[in-house]
């Protein structure tokens, strides 16, 4: 038996217009997530409530990432034909156990995407984007 196991799992969360959104929700919903950040937990979840996929390699991750990315808020610029109009937040969790100590670890790993960056003159972006 392995003396430290770990369990990985994958949340990806979107900010568009100020409302925090589950990008890996079956698909586009128009009610909108209650989705809240609080403070850090005991649990480690930050985001009650937020879809939490587990996954086994990159292959997964790779796989949730085009999913969520399918489903991020996005428009058109005159710089950029699918410019994201949205922060994505991709958290890897990753938790584990010594089997024999019964010592636990926990960890997040936050990779942040921000809304696209065009210059408004340039990008002739006006409004509020869908």
């Not at 698909?27 to 480690?44: D, V």
């Not at 696209?116 to 006006?126: L, T």
């Amino acid at each position: 038996m392995l003396q430290v196991t770990y369990e990985f799992r994958v949340q990806m969360l979107e900010i568009y217009n100020e409302n925090l959104r589950d990008l890996l929700v079956d698909g586009r919903s128009n009610i909108p997530n209650k989705l809240e950040i609080l403070a850090t937990q005991s649990s480690g979840c930050n985001v009650p409530g937020a879809t939490q996929i587990a996954v086994s390699g990159a292959t997964d991750v790779a796989n949730l990432m085009a999913k969520g990315a399918s489903q991020r808020a996005t428009s058109e610029t005159k710089m950029n034909d699918r410019s994201s109009r949205s922060h994505q937040i991709l958290t890897v969790i990753v938790d584990g156990i010594h089997h024999v100590t019964g010592a636990r670890s926990h960890g997040c790993l936050h990779l942040i995407d921000l809304a696209g960056s065009e210059r408004v003159s340039k990008s002739e972006a006006s409004g509020e984007q869908p």
